[in-house]
């Protein structure tokens, strides 16, 4: 069965920094692609940064020119580095994980942006 393991998150200031990094488990086949998507506060769950097996990744356009997404898929891992963050940017970041035939999703980990 495949887990995902995500680390990082906190408490932050504004225009401040922090790294995710999410690692899967078990036996994947058929992957297509990972990334990290977001919950704030009274919206929906929305993809931030996903991707691909390729290499080609794919960003939300609030999310552009501050958060980088990188891949070790030969660890099955990704991270997800944020910096200048913003009060908007709070809310729960949930690994996910898209293959041919399953999506799995991370536990979430909070990030909160407030001074």
């Known amino acids: 069965q495949v887990q995902l393991l995500e680390s990082g998150g906190g408490l932050v200031q504004p225009g401040g920094s922090l790294r995710l990094s999410c690692a899967a488990s078990g036996s994947i086949f058929s992957f297509v692609y990972m990334g990290w998507y977001r919950q704030s506060p009274g919206k929906e769950r929305e993809s931030i940064a996903i991707?691909?097996?390729?290499?080609?990744?794919t960003y939300h356009t609030a999310v552009k020119g501050r958060f980088t997404i990188t891949d070790d898929f030969a660890k099955n891992s990704v991270s997800l580095q944020m910096n200048d963050l913003k009060p908007d940017d709070t809310g729960v970041y949930y690994c996910?994980?898209?293959?041919?035939?399953?999506?799995?999703w991370g536990q979430g980990t909070q990030v909160t942006v407030s001074s």
């Open positions: 996910h994980l898209l293959t041919d035939h399953s999506a799995y």
């Open positions: 991707i691909t097996k390729g290499g080609t990744p």
